[in-house]
């Protein structure tokens, strides 16, 4: 099995979805853990909980930290990692890969940071973990990931050089509004930046070559909820 952590104070839920489904084309087992503030993903259940038992939805399974039982036994486990309770450190110390999932809103970026001064400060043994950054709906402005690294330098972290960047795009924002209102997870509209950014993340983090990611992206174009 391999398992990672997204982490940060940004909306990823779309992020993460995407790139559960893509897997899931591969034909193996995937299960997304909601650990976030509020426990966002309930919102995707017919009926909302105030918590999510194991649920299969669009091919891959999903429930929340308190409910996830057995990880080992899937192929690929991401977890939504933003709750301040940060459940076991465990979590952290079995991950293969931790992302730093953020926009370029300030609010979102030092907010991040504080909570990774929190969560050192309860588990000093983390320090020097290593991350790779993720910047979502980036925009054309002076505005660089290396501006915005700086406001996290100052952290004990390991920063991976390999930073990914989706710019943003409307058609994105609402193909993400329709899927949620629709209960489903189409991806043939979404941007090709959008796309390429789900693939190398996956070609990165799984291992997969990037001719097999591609073919478990148009099996998920293909396949409806």
């Not at 309860?122 to 402005?141: A, E, G, Y």
Request: proline letters at 4%; one cysteine or more.
């Amino acid at each position: 099995m391999k398992s990672w952590i997204f982490t940060g104070k940004s909306d990823k839920r779309d992020l993460l979805l995407y790139i559960c489904k893509v897997l899931s084309g591969t034909g193996k087992r995937v299960l997304l853990v909601d650990m976030t503030d509020g426990r966002k993903y309930r919102y995707l259940a017919s009926s909302v909980k105030n918590c999510i038992p194991l649920t299969e939805y669009n091919g891959f399974d999903i429930c929340d930290g308190i409910t996830a039982t057995e990880p080992e036994l899937y192929d690929y486990c991401l977890y939504d990692l933003e709750t301040m309770h940060f459940g076991s450190i465990e979590i952290w110390k079995r991950v293969d890969a931790v992302m730093w999932v953020t926009s370029y809103d300030r609010y979102e970026v030092e907010n991040s940071a504080e909570w990774f001064s929190h969560l050192f400060l309860r588990w000093p043994q983390l320090k020097s973990l290593r991350i790779q950054p993720v910047f979502i709906r980036t925009v054309d402005s002076f505005l660089t990931p290396d501006y915005i690294m700086g406001y996290v330098e100052h952290l004990p972290i390991e920063w991976s050089k390999e930073m990914v960047c989706i710019p943003w795009c409307e058609t994105n924002e609402i193909v993400q509004m329709e899927n949620e209102h629709a209960q489903t997870l189409r991806m043939g509209r979404i941007s090709r930046a959008y796309k390429k950014a789900i693939l190398s993340l996956i070609v990165n983090l799984a291992g997969l070559s990037m001719p097999s990611s591609k073919k478990a992206l148009r099996s998920a174009d293909r396949r409806r909820a």
